[in-house]
């Protein structure tokens, strides 16, 4: 029977391509959530490897005996998946540089739905003055005003027009 | 039974061929049209030639000849050919729509050189992940269906659909990753991704591993069915594409995660241990996805947010784990595949005829197009369950499902259900009102309405009409579908005969992997 118990090296790489993966994908640039992926990417291609238990001889039948030789599946899968990636990773360059020609930054932007909270919040805070706070922290009309907004066209929103 | 297995990958092979003399054919508009017009009539054949063979049993093919459990293998049962017949029927609408619109727009901005290879690449993904028999290869499907999606959510480049489909991308790159992750821990735990071996050797493995397992996949599953919470990227993508792409994604895509959903837990993991948690997450999906609707002053937003909602009801049969909760949810996966891709349709002439999706700027159009006007109105009453349609009687069939199964948690979703359908009646008639009869805020310039255009809307509308008149056969066939399921050793004896190994040629492979490593 091949020894299935994991390789630490292996497992602690894994770990660490995870982590920095998981947080470059919380960055807003465009770029780092790309990196971020290719780094999960990989660390789960590592992790195939892991499952497909210690590292033996060639994956090929009829040249090691049965038992001595690596598992040949996970290594086809990894294979599969590495494309895959390389597909990915090719359209999210090309969609960062998109969004760079077109607003001179490749940031994910706030959903709509976000945006139109905001500015609901910025919109009832006439109605509702808090003196406690009033002169110490910017109003949220100011915040929302800074909130980056492509989307807005210049003629405001429905909640702006009524 | 004469040997009709060669059928099988006809729906994925069709539309890939097709893909590549779409693309070799890039300079020749016509001919492009006329190769995936035939290529996806074919494939809707072969899709509805499986839906009558795979009611006397699976019908599985090794791809290759290589032995099940190593080879890949493509799996046609009722479920799966089922959904391949539905969504080979609605991706055919939607591109005669499509082929027409285009010829309209004289070609806007979008590269349509490219729009079919894409959107046939897209059906084949479909196709492969309704077919697939082992993990890996519905990753492939899903993987080729989502790269697809991505370029047609983009097509054109402009800054809103960059802006929408960036949002989009990282999502379904984050839960295909998830997925992948979930595949290797389960090769890890079982040495296989083959379903029906998977099925075999799961149970016999620490029920805390299978717990991990299970909540892995279904959380890659339930981003891309877009089930809360995990569905917020949905209603802020989908919109912004044009109508005929919003309308195949909100028709198929999301019901590949529901498909994937109820193979892997009616297959895998019997048990039902996490009806409790999907019972809560379909409750949520339902009322916070209709609440959403509710709020929405945008009628593509509006239907998105509906989108959402309704997954919800699928999500409640499956978490009933009966055979009466299976069979309405998959009955309601197949009405509302027409459903909703028609009401997208439908938006869509709703926009040309108008000028706009917003319900503040539409207005009168019951004046000037009465056809639209009934159009929109059927599948809208449709989605919100108005007796006697194909909405109403999976509705009906998911209320008694869940009375049927008598929980307490069981009765609370059945209110939720009604709630939400309520919510959803008075969503869609504010949207009718407001669209159709409110005087217009200007005057709009009626525009006509392209013939190439209502017709496939019009034959989607009509087909889920068909779905309430066939409703006997066809919940007949849903219930025979989800008995299948409920059973597992059908799906499981096609794929390995004797529990032991596929009857491909490769014999060598297939012994070597009987000393493989559980």
Redesign the interface.
Known sequence: ??D?SPNLVLVVTIAALFTVGVYL?LERS?SR?LIG?IL??NG?NL??L????AAGRPPL??VEP??EMS?P??QA?VL??IV?TL??TA??LA?AY??WQ??GHDE??D???DRRIVRLAALDERAFVDTDTEGVVESLDEEAALARD??DDGHGT?VE?R | MTDMTWVVPLPVMLPLLGAGLTLALYGRPRVQRVVSVSVLSLALLASATLLVLADDGPLVVEIGGWAAP?GIDLVADRLSALMLTISGAVTLCVLLYSLAQSQEDDEESAPVSIYHPTYLVLTAGVANAFLSGDL?NLY?GF?ILL?AS??LL?LG????R??A???Y??VA??S??LF??A???I??ATGT?NLAQLAIRLPEIDPGTQLVLQVMLLLAFAIKAAIFPLS??L??SYPTAPAPVTAVFAGLLTKVGVYAIIRTQTLLFPGGRLDDVLMWAALATMLIGIL?AVAQ?DIK?LLSFTLVSHIGFMVFGIALSSEAGMTAAIYYVAHHITVQTALFLVVGLVERAGGST?L?RLGGLARFAPLLAVLFFVPAMNLAGIPPLSGFLGKVGLLEAGVASGTALAYVLVAGSVLTSLLTLYALVKAWNKAFWQTPPEDPLPARLPVGMVVPTAALVSLGLALTLAAGPLYAYTSRAAQALAERDPYVNAVLPDGERGPGESA??AE?DE?G?G
């Not at chain 1, 892991?50 to 238990?53: F, I, K, Q, R, S």
């Not at chain 2, 480049?157 to 809103?160: N, Q, R």
């Open positions: 029977m091949i299935m994908l465009l959530v992926v999960i990417g789960a992790l195939f892991v499952a497909g238990g039948v009829g049965e038992g598992d599946l996970p899968m599969t998946a895959i597909g990915m359209f999210l969609m998109r969004s077109l607003h994910v932007q959903d709509v739905e492509e989307t429905e027009q | 190593v890996f492939v993987e790269a991505y370029v983009t480049g402009t800054g809103e960059i802006r489909g960036t949002i991308v990282v790159l984050l295909s990753v992948l992750v595949i290797a821990m090769y890890a991704v917020a990227w209603p802020d959403g002053d937003r917003s503040e060598d492979v070597t000393g490593h």
